[in-house]
């Protein structure tokens, strides 16, 4: 008993750092907004209410009320999203998004493989382009001329482990649909893309689950952080998905060495 209460002294220690630290940095987690809700009952209750954009900082923005809160962040060329929400929400969402930007979505990335943050993958997918039309790159026309086949949809990232969960390695079958199952994985501690800004995508493993992400928007100062820190509740450690305490607390002080300016 003493041993589980001095780790959960240590849990609660490390999340009051992080809210010391949201001063600069700003977090955008799944939670909804001053809501605390369990996970299964966000899915159900998603279709309900209105879906709700809000600026964050710098190129970045937060969209509420479809599902999981979803990342939006606008660069120079392109969108990219962290987490699609459920898919009953999905043209709410595409629509928030084109109301701060007619650029096209080429990225979708999943911090979990949780209904709430994957459910709108294919919809948000076929809205974006893995390459622009004619009409914005002529690569587009290249790629028929030379006979390649080259793929539509933006691509949708995650962790490998969140590609395990959905889909059925191991033959049984599968918990979510195919077209709605990461298209691009990785594997190591890190990921980077390049959207006007620096875009880092982190591994933290045995968090929520053994396939979290959390995604630092490097210039706007912003970090999606999933369902890895909430100021709404208790947090949500999934053990039969290879979640656990330590691996929260492990993942918290990562993110605040990403917070704490240099």
Not at 93 to 113: E, G, M, N, P, Q
Not at 181 to 186: A, E, H, L, R
Not at 189 to 206: A, C, M, T
Not at 212 to 226: I, M, P, T
């Amino acid at each position: 008993m003493k041993r589980n209460v001095r780790v959960f002294t240590s849990a609660l220690r490390v999340a009051l750092m992080v809210v010391f630290l949201v001063g600069t940095a700003r977090l955008v987690s799944a939670q909804e907004n001053q809501q605390a809700r369990d996970p299964s009952q966000r899915d159900e209750k998603a279709g309900h209410g209105k879906v709700e954009l809000l600026h964050v900082q710098g190129n970045v923005y937060m969209i509420a009320g479809a599902g999981a809160n979803i990342t939006v962040q606008v660069g120079n060329e392109f969108v990219i999203v962290v987490d699609s929400g459920v898919p009953q929400k999905s043209e709410e969402v595409l629509a928030a998004i084109r109301s701060v930007t007619d650029k096209h979505i080429l990225f979708v990335i999943d911090t979990s493989a949780d209904d709430d943050h994957t459910g709108g993958n294919e919809n948000l997918s076929k809205a974006g382009w893995a390459l622009p039309n004619e009409s914005i790159n002529p690569l587009s026309n290249w790629g028929t001329q030379s006979g390649l086949t080259l793929p539509s949809g933006a691509s949708i990232i995650a962790h490998i482990n969140v590609l395990n969960r959905m889909s059925a390695p191991d033959g049984k079958q599968s918990a979510a649909p195919q077209n709605r199952w990461p298209t691009d994985t990785y594997e190591t501690d890190s990921w980077r893309l390049y959207n006007g800004e620096g875009v880092f995508i982190y591994h933290s493993p045995n968090a929520h689950t053994d396939g979290d992400s959390y995604v630092l928007f490097r210039k706007s100062d912003v970090v999606s952080v999933g369902d890895i820190f909430t100021l709404a509740s208790y947090p949500v450690i999934k053990a039969d998905q290879g979640g656990s305490i330590n691996g929260l607390i492990d993942a918290l002080n990562d993110i605040i060495a990403l917070l704490e300016p240099p």
